[in-house]
């Protein structure tokens, strides 16, 4: 007899961040709880500094932040950290890696900060057990805002001038949090890692655009003038 799977105890508040992911938000109860079900959700607790995802290890299952962050990132051949993506409660990652059942994951993932995970399968999207098209359709909705996402990585890692690069990406963040005064989701020695700069050649830049009045800035609050 098949037996029904254990799903995790969510509170309000992991309820609540849920919900803002596209594979779950407007769900009822009930057909939340049955696609939980269908991709095999475990919680997971994970501390600063945890290792989620090992560089060269079978990518099993993908994960949704409910409270704390998780960056993904590589190495280059140098050894320099490159950050991928730093995911916040309410979003996912690992995603496309787990649906082409990667074997040797590109890429490492680890937590910046106390987290709380949500890890899926998508072993019912390979088999055909979905309980309902609902969730190929909201699985691939996921996949595109990805693919979106990588998008305006491109154009920011595309700019040749370090300049360039900050300019896009506070552009990008601009249009994201709707206002010319933006909060930087990382700190300055994370932003340098996410657009392939060092610290010291970053905090330079951004004195001289601060000087030729381009921005101003306190701490990780930009203002683009």
Do not use: W
Request: charged share 25%.
């Amino acid at each position: 007899m098949k037996q029904t799977p254990r799903l995790p105890e969510l509170n309000e508040m992991e309820l609540t961040v849920l919900r803002r992911n596209p594979l779950f938000a407007g769900l009822s109860p009930e057909n939340l709880q049955q696609m939980l079900a269908a991709m095999k959700a475990e919680k997971t607790h994970c501390e600063r500094g945890a290792l989620i995802q090992l560089t060269g290890q079978p990518v099993l299952r993908f994960g949704l932040v409910l409270s704390g962050a998780v960056q993904v990132c590589v190495d280059d051949i140098e050894g320099n950290r490159m950050i991928m993506a730093e995911v916040a409660p309410g979003a996912s990652f690992g995603e496309s890696l787990c649906f082409l059942q990667t074997r040797e994951s590109p890429v490492y993932i680890f937590a910046v900060a106390e987290t709380e995970l949500l890890r899926l399968s998508t072993d019912a999207l390979h088999a055909g057990e979905a309980f309902d098209p609902e969730l190929y359709r909201r699985f691939t909705a996921v996949l595109a805002g990805k693919t979106l996402a990588m998008n305006n990585r491109i154009q920011v890692l595309s700019r040749l001038s370090l300049r360039g690069k900050l300019t896009a990406y506070f552009t990008e963040l601009a249009a994201e949090q709707g206002s010319s005064t933006i909060r930087l989701p990382m700190n300055r020695d994370d932003t340098a890692a996410y657009i392939g700069a060092n610290r010291s050649a970053l905090s330079r830049e951004l004195a001289r655009m601060k000087e030729d009045g381009l921005i101003d800035y306190s701490r990780n609050e930009v203002r683009i003038l």
